[in-house]
């Protein structure tokens, strides 16, 4: 089946720093892909959308300059935390739209998560 | 505006009984609906969707949902549960025109099967 690998899978840095994490997906083309921030015992958040070979567009309240996205190629989005804070840690989650199942209609396509601590 | 409600926060069920998690959701439009679950610090994994035609979907892990359009709900249902099925569960809906086509999730329900 559609995987869409995310990595890395928990990290652990310091207050100031910045922080990459790559969704990508492994056997499928995704022109969008989605950021979601999950905080403990609450839902998904989508924090932004990621569109290949253009800008991100970012759900309201979400700090753009804070939160870079890059969609480079149709199979990597990138999200980099930049200044990490303590109250940047949280679960962060990409999501793929895609493979297509059908004509017009794709399914969506889940990264395992990254457990980001900023200490 | 566009919302999916889950209005238990956890549901507890003893195994082999019938289980329901509850979902109800305001969109304008025909929706494209989904559950998911998500074992502890892991993604989400698809379990079912209803997007056109019979309103009883059935999906992953002997899981179904029934769409119902008068009462906006789809809620997730399994004839008897198994200790395994403890996990958290979402419903979540495609918001429709939009052009990203993104997803949007309900707050979660916690569901725990006691042997």
């Known amino acids: 089946g559609a995987v869409v690998s995310q990595h890395p899978s928990w990290v652990i840095c310091k207050s100031g720093t910045s922080v990459k994490i790559e969704c990508r997906s492994l056997?499928?083309?995704?022109?969008?892909m989605f950021w979601y921030r999950q905080f403990p015992k609450q839902s998904l958040m989508l924090m932004a959308t990621s569109n290949e070979g253009s800008k991100a567009t970012y759900e309201q309240g979400v700090e753009k300059d804070k939160f870079l996205i890059n969609h480079a190629s149709l199979t990597l989005s990138t999200l980099t935390v930049t200044s990490a804070h303590p109250e940047d840690s949280s679960f962060y989650i990409c999501?793929?739209?895609?493979?297509?199942?059908?004509?017009?209609?794709?399914?969506?396509?889940f990264g395992s998560g990254t457990r980001l601590t900023v200490v | 505006a566009q919302s999916v409600a889950q209005p238990e926060d956890q549901v507890n069920v003893a195994e082999g009984n019938p289980l329901t998690v509850k979902c109800t959701y305001s969109v304008s439009g025909n929706p494209y609906l989904f559950w998911y679950v998500q074992y502890p610090n892991r993604g989400l994994q698809f379990l079912l969707k209803?997007?056109?035609?019979?309103?009883l979907v059935k999906g992953s892990y002997g899981f179904e949902a029934e769409f119902n359009k008068s009462q906006t709900s789809f809620h997730l249902k399994k004839p008897s549960a198994l200790v395994s099925d403890s996990a958290l569960y979402f419903c979540?809906?495609?918001?429709?025109?939009?052009?990203?086509?993104?997803?949007?999730f309900g707050s979660g329900t916690r569901l725990s099967i006691r042997p």
């Open positions: 979540a809906v495609r918001v429709p025109y939009s052009s990203a086509s993104k997803i949007i």
């Open positions: 056997d499928f083309q995704a022109t969008t």
């Open positions: 209803y997007i056109t035609g019979d309103n």
């Open positions: 999501s793929a739209r895609g493979p297509i199942i059908r004509r017009g209609e794709y399914g969506y396509t």
